[in-house]
């Protein structure tokens, strides 16, 4: 980059550098949400909750349907 080409986008480098900040955020939030250590976390939890009362059968499915749906590939 010039010079002159960096002296004229000097002013967008505060959008430049949200929109890097928000990718990063962005590959975090995926790479936590599949991480298949959390999620046999949260199914022992729902797990536990149903045992606890805490759940009907019908939210338990649902929720472990959800969370088992994390750890396959998108289609």
């Known amino acids: 980059m010039g010079l002159l080409s960096g002296l ?7 959008v ?5 900040l928000g990718e990063q ?3 975090e939030a995926r790479r936590q949400r ?8 949260k199914l022992a939890e729902v797990a ?8 009907t059968e019908a939210e338990r499915d649902a929720l ?8 396959l590939p998108p289609s």
């Open 8 to 14: 004229i986008t000097l002013p967008l480098a505060p």
């Open 16 to 20: 430049r550098g949200v929109v890097w």
């Open 25 to 27: 955020l962005d590959r």
């Open 34 to 41: 599949s991480d298949p250590e959390a999620v046999r976390q």
């Open 48 to 55: 536990a909750a149903y045992e606890a009362g805490d759940l």
């Open 64 to 71: 472990q349907d959800e969370l088992v749906s994390r750890l």
